[in-house]
């Protein structure tokens, strides 16, 4: 199944690919949270809905393009969390940093998942423990690795105070500012070592990431150290967390 689920993202990867090098800049509208939509997002997103209910008419489905009511999912055990296009201010801005997410979510936890970036070609992938990164038709399997002074990956497009003043206090590091779930993804193959979130995310923002990086050995946890769990609740929101190491 899991190859299944990269042809998917990458048939989505083509439809959002084919509104970006349009001839015409991609119309933006806003959802009522005041994020910016377009229409790769929809695209992406229908790609994805149609692929996954003929591939798993059973597991329901819930992306961010059609966020499902509380009183239908409150009961879900297993389903698939899906951001057609993260990082869409990426994609307005054309710096090729985003990304379709796909996850598969069991009992809380994200045990598959697909992150892939059209504009590189480079996909991430997860399932039974194991993570792989996809580039020109190779794939290998990673897996977090230690680095002196640590790389330290942040949003490139939500930075804010409690961040800066958590980046004093670490002690020596380095930073790079990286779009959409691309920064749980340097985690998970080594290049990074440390992203840490204070800003508000969803949790189709997260999901694939979290299942690439959980695979490589990384853990996500909130700030009390509790790992992020995708149990259904009725707030999609996440909290703030880090991606680390240890």
Known sequence: MLEQICQLARDAGLEIMEIYHAAH?????????????????????????????????????LSE????????????????????????KEFIQR????????A?????????????????????????????????????????????????????SHGDAELEEYLQQLGEHQTVAVGSSLKFCLVAEGKAQLY????????WDTG????????AGAHVTDWTGKTLDYTPRESFLNPGFRVSLF
Do not use: C
């Open 196 to 203: 840490p979130r204070f800003g508000p995310t969803n949790i």
């Open 95 to 102: 710096n090729g940093e985003f990304t379709v997410n796909i």
């Open 25 to 61: 800049p991609a119309e933006v509208s806003h959802k009522a949270d005041n994020s910016p939509v377009t229409a790769a997002d929809m695209a992406a997103h229908h790609v994805i809905l149609n692929g996954l209910t003929q591939l798993t008419p059973e597991i329901p489905v």
């Open 104 to 156: 598969l979510i069991e009992q809380g936890v994200p045990v598959t998942g697909v992150v892939y970036a059209p504009a590189s070609g480079l996909m991430y992938l997860a399932a039974d423990g194991k993570a792989w990164k996809e580039e020109n038709g190779v794939r290998t399997e990673i897996r977090v690795q230690e680095a002196h002074p640590p790389l330290v990956v942040v949003s490139r």
């Open 208 to 215: 694939a990431g979290h299942a690439v990086a959980r695979a």
């Open 65 to 88: 393009e059609s966020p499902t009511d509380w009183e239908e999912r409150r009961h879900w055990q297993r389903y698939w969390l899906v951001d057609p296009l993260d990082g869409t």
